[in-house]
């Protein structure tokens, strides 16, 4: 499911470490924005924690525990509003009226949104968690009859939602169990699993973070729409415009299509992370620190946060020597391909673990090359394989505050059982 960051965005690009070097004459070498240090560097001590050496690095590892998955909460849906376990037609889940605390039964607060359960629990008789979900995701504003109904909104993309908060939250919080918890009043409120883990998305989504790291840079070019074109030519289906092209035909304009893709890939901004930097963050961050970290698994302007979990690394060849465009200092390259694991979106769920945990875990092959200095350590690297992830990036997990302490209490409790 393909997600954006709006609320991360600034943040993070606040965190890239300065701009591209375009007086560079060599391409692959990394920049300030991909250097690893980036993500490497203990704030704390002021030490590079990272391994350089290609081989003192394993070739596969993955986390301790592999992180929980759950529903991206889509904005057009109204995010943390929608009422995933009512019973209705899809807009009724989200285009509805609250009710006065005192008149809802106990059969309505079940199937509650997360936010407005967690307004029954903080005691926001003035649904303020619920409104402000509302004014953040716009959903009402495009439903005729609404308040703020605008006719003159764009559809919002069924992409957009709260994947970058989803995935940090995934790895820095165990999955909780389904829980039932009074508020003030002494009101039960059943908290389901699903519902807990988008009240630590939304945590996320608004508590800023004391220390985000962030490597590469965004592209912004729409790679996936020319590729999808040369799929729909190459396996051009009955009813296809490009069904009765001759085979010359769908030769040239694939050649066209890809020399397009290419130009726009090979931008500075869409090359993406360095392959090197690359390397040196999955095998270290996993392997040595094992710790996880997000990554947008696409490499076009479309962003799709994911939390990465392991990887296998296969050695292809290795030789002496330089390539024209290899990072200076190198004397042997190595080709490898890289198999990333991460975390992808389940449905929502009662009890903990309530899904598929095979759809879950999701697996891309990344194919480049290193470029090792005389010691043997990576400086550099390029891509070999049109995939590729567009930016990594890990944030220091912040404290539970003001209005997200009822958050950690729901959370606190779901975690002791």
Not at 152 to 177: M, N, Q, V
Request: hydrophobic share 35%.
């Amino acid at each position: 499911m393909k997600h954006g960051m709006p609320a991360l965005a600034a943040l993070i690009f606040l965190n890239g470490c300065g701009q591209p070097n375009h007086t560079s004459t060599t391409q692959e070498a990394w920049n300030r924005r991909n250097d690893p240090t980036i993500m490497g560097l203990d704030v704390l001590t002021r030490k590079y924690q990272y391994e350089t050496k290609f081989d003192q690095l394993a070739l596969s590892a993955a986390l301790p525990k592999t992180p929980w998955s759950d529903y991206y909460w889509p904005t057009y849906k109204g995010g943390l509003t929608y009422r995933w376990a009512q019973n209705s037609d899809d807009q009724a889940r989200y285009a509805y009226a609250t009710k006065a605390f005192s008149e809802l039964t106990a059969a309505e607060i079940a199937v509650l949104s997360p936010a407005e359960k967690y307004d029954l629990y903080m005691g926001f008789d003035d649904y303020r968690t619920t409104r402000a979900e509302r004014e953040r995701t716009g959903a009402l504003k495009r439903i005729p009859g609404q308040e703020g109904y605008d006719p003159e909104l764009s559809p919002i993309p069924g992409w957009e939602g709260l994947c970058h908060a989803w995935a940090p939250a995934t790895l820095a919080f165990d999955e909780p169990r389904a829980v039932t918890l009074k508020n003030r009043a002494g009101v039960d409120i059943p908290f389901a699993s699903s519902d807990i883990n988008g009240l630590l998305t939304m945590f996320l989504h608004h508590a800023p973070s004391p220390r985000v790291s962030f490597l590469g840079g965004r592209c912004e070019e729409d790679l996936s729409s020319i590729q999808d074109q040369i799929d729909e030519i190459q396996y051009a289906y009955e009813g296809s415009p490009y069904a009765s092209w001759t085979e010359e035909q769908k030769t040239a304009e694939i050649k066209k299509l890809q020399d397009e893709l290419t130009a726009k890939g090979e931008q500075i901004e869409c090359r993406d992370t360095n392959a090197g930097a690359f390397h040196l963050v999955i095998t270290n961050q996993i392997a040595k620190l094992k710790e996880g970290f997000v990554a947008d698994v696409t490499r076009d302007d479309e962003v799709w946060n994911q939390a990465v979990y392991g990887y296998e690394v296969k050695v292809e060849e290795e030789k002496n020597g330089r390539s024209p465009d290899a990072a200076p200092r190198t004397v042997k390259e190595v080709t490898v391909t890289t198999t990333m694991k991460y975390i992808v979106e389940v449905g929502y769920h009662q009890e903990r673990g309530g899904y598929d945990h095979e759809s879950s875990e999701a697996l891309v092959d990344y194919r480049y090359r290193l470029e090792l200095d005389r010691a043997g350590n990576i400086i550099g690297g390029k891509w070999l394989s049109y995939e590729r992830p567009d930016f990594l990036w890990k944030q220091e997990t912040p404290k539970f505050e003001g209005e997200f302490t009822g958050v950690e209490e729901i959370y606190n409790a779901a975690r002791a059982l």
